[in-house]
């Protein structure tokens, strides 16, 4: 049976990141994703950087409208 570590490392990344949108500490995220708690604390500074940064302006080029 083969293992995935890097698989697994990205699931609970993505779980991680999942529950910070909810507002949920980096001590509950470590202890339900088997995050270190480090990486955790690391990963939640990221997201909130992140989350305070504004929106680009024009993310996606818009259609071009024909008229």
């Given at each position: 049976m083969s293992?995935?570590?890097k698989g697994k490392a990205e699931t609970a990344r993505q779980i991680a990141l999942n529950m910070?949108?909810?507002n949920i500490y980096a001590e509950l995220i470590a202890?339900?994703?088997g995050l270190i708690l480090k990486?955790?604390?690391k990963l939640q500074k990221v997201f909130i950087?992140?989350?305070k940064m504004?929106?680009?302006s024009n993310?996606?080029?818009s259609p071009t409208?024909?008229?």
């Open positions: 293992h995935h570590p910070m949108r909810s202890q339900f994703t990486k955790a604390q950087q992140k989350s504004p929106k680009s993310p996606k080029r409208l024909w008229v």
